[in-house]
């Protein structure tokens, strides 16, 4: 194991914790019942247990599949290719994968530039396609013959014209810059202690997110970690309290972590024992910190907002 630098807030295993928390992991055999997957990261290969998995058991399905670009996760590397070879790779499961999903299902498919055009084909073909969110990566790096890169989307997909959509749940505080008062009192926003605010309709672009880094709790190492408020807003959104989060490229499990601390049930699968332990640890965390930085008091900050 690497020595961090004392500040360094990234979680990582040792020996006996990748035993302890292996442990903690699930296979399957043959076909599964719902109760025998519910709140567990299945360590297995996606296209393995494809045809184990129960139907219709799923509220929310998240994808977070490699983007088409080469790309190393510890140790395993996925290849870029051409747009169509990969809207012909997402063929091979993605339709297979709609099976698990109840008739009210809201999915929501995480891509980059190179690979949104192979996922909206894709997506398109079998589901109700409302919406690509874009959001700010706040990262990247710079190119001297190109523009930085350092946003990503998500398409927001349903499998029926049913499903939940919780607007409320999702409202942003931002801060008021031009405050307009009508006979003294402040129209559409709170003149606080703590400053002028207002809660606006969420759109389909976000800027208040932070990529997980090394001074944030939530940080590991793989490679493309999703930050826990963003599957706060998806999570809220499209789902309540005890629905089902099912996220078959779980990578160190933050949808998995973030459905928990929500008070929903959750089925993940990795097919990396270290990324899958990671998983395993950060849901033992939680029992005990349910906290989602940048989400306080049932209400989503601007990106460094302070109470």
């Known amino acids: 194991m690497n020595t961090r630098a004392p500040l360094n807030k990234t979680m990582s295993l040792n020996d006996e914790e990748l035993d302890l928390y292996s442990a903690r992991l699930r296979t399957l055999s043959g076909p599964a019942a719902v109760d025998a997957i519910l709140d567990s990261t299945i360590h297995q290969d996606l296209f393995t247990v494809m045809d184990y998995l129960p139907s219709s058991f799923a ?7 490699p983007y088409n670009l080469t790309k190393t996760f510890n140790g395993t590397q996925f290849r870029g290719r051409s747009v169509d070879a990969y809207e012909q790779w997402l063929l091979t499961w993605f339709p297979q994968l709609l099976r698990t999903l109840k008739p009210t299902a809201s999915v929501y498919i995480c891509g980059d530039w190179r690979s949104s055009t192979s996922i909206h084909r894709v997506a398109e073909e079998f589901l109700k396609v409302h919406n690509r969110i874009t959001w700010e990566r706040e990262k990247g790096r710079g190119a001297l013959a190109n ?3 350092c946003s990503e989307d998500i398409w927001f997909c349903t499998v029926s014209n049913t499903y ?3 607007l409320d749940a999702v409202k942003l505080r931002r801060r008021v810059i031009a405050p307009y008062k009508k006979d003294g009192t402040p129209r559409d926003w709170e003149d606080s202690a703590n400053g002028r605010f207002r809660l606006t309709h969420p759109s389909n672009i976000w800027t208040d997110l932070t990529v ?5 709790p939530e940080n590991t190492d ?8 963003l599957l706060a807003k998806i999570i809220l959104a499209a789902s309540m309290p005890g629905d ?5 490229f779980l990578g160190s499990g933050t949808t998995s972590v973030v459905a928990k601390k929500l008070g929903r049930q959750y089925v993940g699968i990795e097919i990396d024992r270290y990324y899958a332990c990671l998983a395993e640890k950060r849901l033992a965390l939680a029992e005990s910190n349910p906290a989602i930085q940048g989400y306080e008091d049932g209400v989503f900050l601007e990106r460094n907002a302070k109470k």
């Open 164 to 166: 939940t959509f919780n």
């Open 212 to 216: 997980p880094f090394w001074s944030m």
């Open 147 to 149: 523009w930085k890169n």
């Open 244 to 248: 089902v989060i099912f996220d078959p």
């Open 59 to 65: 509220d929310v399905l998240f994808l977070d599949p």
């Open 222 to 229: 793989h490679p493309t970690q999703k930050p826990e408020k």
